[in-house]
């Protein structure tokens, strides 16, 4: 039972390059969500997808675009990163908004952009 | 901003000891969640209260809500520690925040 597995767990970028980040979680959740975690500012929400083929901005949305083309997958795009966009990025997923079991976390991706 | 925020930011302690870790916040909620990231790791929810509860018990863990205080409170009894990591209170309401956390270090 894998939960929810994140790729790359770690990656440096040269400033203007792009990538994408890899979510999937096999619990059949309908909610998905991109967090950013940076040194003394928490977690701040990124974008999220209440179901298969939706999508939604979050507190910190410039920069980053989002898919949800399968309900198991969700990915997040930098199309031309910045370094300000060096952080560790956190997908979870959740039922019904989190309000049962809270969020299911993966391990996260380490993202340097130099 | 409309995170909670976790009080102390850090605190030590040693292995037997209790710890206690507090969230306070802004706006109303329906539940509030509290979450442990160990160093390099993703978080992993520990326990969620409801709004209409006060108190709630798992294993080691306690979780006191004072909705009219607008806290929370996280009680880790019999420290270990395996319990060093840093903690994190979340906040449902119309939208979902995370704290900044309190970071614990459990001294053997």
């Known amino acids: 039972n894998a939960g929810v597995t994140q790729t790359p767990k770690f990656r440096v970028l040269k400033t203007g390059q792009s990538m994408t980040l890899l979510c999937a979680q096999d619990m059949n959740h309908e909610y998905m969500y991109w967090y950013r975690q940076d040194p003394g500012m928490g977690l701040r929400l990124i974008h999220y997808s209440v179901g298969e083929g939706t999508t939604a901005k979050g507190e910190v949305p410039d920069g980053y675009n989002v898919s949800r083309l399968k309900k198991q997958n969700f990915l997040l795009g930098l199309e031309s990163a910045a370094p300000s966009q060096t952080s560790v990025y956190f997908c979870?997923?959740?039922?019904?908004?989190?309000?049962?079991?809270?969020?299911?976390f993966g391990s996260g991706t380490r993202l340097t952009v130099v | 901003s409309q995170q909670g925020e976790e009080d102390p930011q850090a605190l030590s302690i040693q292995e037997g000891e209790n710890a206690t870790m507090n969230c306070s916040y802004k706006?109303?909620?329906?539940?509030l969640q509290w979450y442990r990231q160990n160093s390099g790791r993703g978080l992993v929810h520990l326990i969620l209260i409801r709004s209409n509860e006060r108190e709630k018990h798992s294993g080691r863990l306690r979780v006191t809500l004072d909705t009219s205080k607008k806290s929370s409170s996280l009680l880790i009894t019999a420290s270990r520690a395996a319990d060093t990591a840093s903690y994190f209170c979340a906040t449902r309401g119309n939208q979902f925040y995370f704290g900044t956390g309190t970071s614990l270090t459990v001294i053997p």
């Open positions: 979870a997923s959740s039922d019904e908004r989190g309000a049962h079991y809270g969020y299911t």
């Open positions: 706006t109303s909620i329906n539940n």
